[in-house]
Each structure stands twice: as C-alpha cells, then as structure tokens.
T-cell receptor, first 113, second 112 residues
Framework: DVKVTQSSRYLVKRTGEKVFLECVQD?????MFWYRQDPGLGLRLIYFSYDVKMKEKGDIPEGYSVSREKKERFSLILESASTNQTSMYLCASFKGGGAYEQYFGPGTRLTVT | EDKVVQSPLSLVVHEGDTVTLNCSYE??????LLWYKQEKKAPTFLFMLTSSGIEKKSGRLSSILDKKELFSILNITATQTGDSAVYLC????????????FGKGTHLIIQP
C-alpha cells in the first residue's frame, strides 16, 4: 500500500513565524503535491514537484515555498505565517507515466494566531 | 471561472436510496477524471476515468465518463450511513502547473 505521511496532524503557530510542513512517501513516486483545503473553496494546489529539486507553482503559491531535496520528501515552507494561512494542508503523491491515482497524506491542520 | 463544477453541493437522502453525483469539466488538455471520497480525513481514491462510456464499478459505487458532453457521474446504490462524506472529482490535465484541478465537492449525508 502506498503510504504518504505528514509530519504533524495539528499545528498552532504565531503570526510571523516560519513554518515547515513535511511530507514523506514510500512508493518511489516522482510527483508530489501540496494543497490547502478551505470550506467553500475546495482543494487548491499550492506547489507541485515532478522530480528531485524540481518545482512548479500551482494556483496559490504566494506566501509559500517548497523544497524537494530527496525523492521521497517534499516540504512546504511558510516563510512568515499569517492568519489567512490557517487551513488544512494536504500532501499527495502519484507515480505518473499513466498511473494517475493520487494518494493523499492525512493532512495537517494549521492554525496561525 | 471554475474548471471543475460539481453538483449538487450538498445532498441529504435516506438509507437505501440511490444517489447520482455530477461533475462537469473543461476540455483543455484533458487526460483523466478522478473521483475521491473524503470523510474526516484526507481524500481516498475511488475511480479514474479516461475513456467515454466505460463504466467503472466497485461494490455499490459506479462511475462513467462522457467526453463529448464533458461530464462524469458517480452513482451510489443502496446507500448506507457510512457513505456519508464529501465526494470530490478532479480533472487531470497532465504536466505543467495544472496537476489535478478539484471541484468543490458534493457533501452527501445519508440519514438512517
């Protein structure tokens, strides 16, 4: 079974703090994604990566950066957290190359106060 | 303008009823249409559809794609309270910055 894990289930941070959210997958998938999910807005793509050290902006990259130094690990960084970044953050991965099933991690509920 | 539109946004039915959830999408670079079920945690994959008219089935759930009319439906027969969830559909457009584009979901509530 594909396993996608995220470093924290719940996180509370203060405005201005630097926040790291980490995602690890154990199935050698090339593609990894970070989404945020908000009521009424659905799932929105922040960044994705299709290979080590490669990254692409999604729909809402502002205020975020990412890092993919190893194939299995994709980190989302909030350089200076703001209250409007309070959300559920979901990481996902899939193999690609015709296998489009995307597998999600359990999510991190981030609250910025 | 939303690229993937789901309807209805919410639906309440009684146990045993059959429900049909709808998803319409744009055609640009379309590769596949995916359905997910989301309860109180991350979405879990249900179906991937790439060809028109071929029904995919898993137990009481089934789904079909119409590439001419640009929509997909998800059917659930003999619903159970455990089917209560948000059902998400997503369009996959291949590489670049698109990834998967999700609809806002249909919130399905099954009453006993």
């Amino acid at each position: 079974d594909v396993k996608v894990t995220q470093s924290s289930r719940y996180l509370v941070k203060r405005t201005g703090e630097k926040v790291f959210l980490e995602c690890v997958q154990d199935m050698d998938h090339e593609n990894m994604f970070w989404y945020r999910q908000d009521p009424g807005l659905g799932l929105r793509l922040i960044y994705f990566s299709y290979d080590v050290k490669m990254k692409e902006k999604g729909d809402i990259p502002e205020g975020y950066s990412v890092s993919r130094e190893k194939k299995e690990r994709f980190s989302l960084i909030l350089e200076s957290a703001s209250t409007n970044q309070t959300s559920m953050y979901l990481c996902a991965s899939f193999k690609g190359g015709g296998a489009y099933e995307q597998y999600f991690g359990p999510g991190t509920r981030l609250t910025v106060t | 303008e939303d690229k993937v539109v789901q309807s209805p946004l919410s639906l309440v039915v009684h146990e045993g009823d059959t429900v049909t959830l709808n998803c319409s999408y744009e055609v640009t670079n379309f590769r596949s249409l995916l359905w997910y079920k989301q309860e109180k945690k991350a979405p879990t994959f249900l179906f991937m559809l790439t060809s028109s008219g071929i029904e995919k089935k898993s137990g009481r759930l089934s789904s079909i794609l119409d590439k001419k009319e640009l929509f997909s439906i998800l059917n659930i027969t003999a619903t159970q309270t455990g089917d209560s969830a948000v059902y998400l559909c997503a369009e996959y457009s291949g590489g670049g910055a698109d990834g998967l584009t999700f609809g806002k979901g249909t919130h399905l509530i099954i009453q006993p």
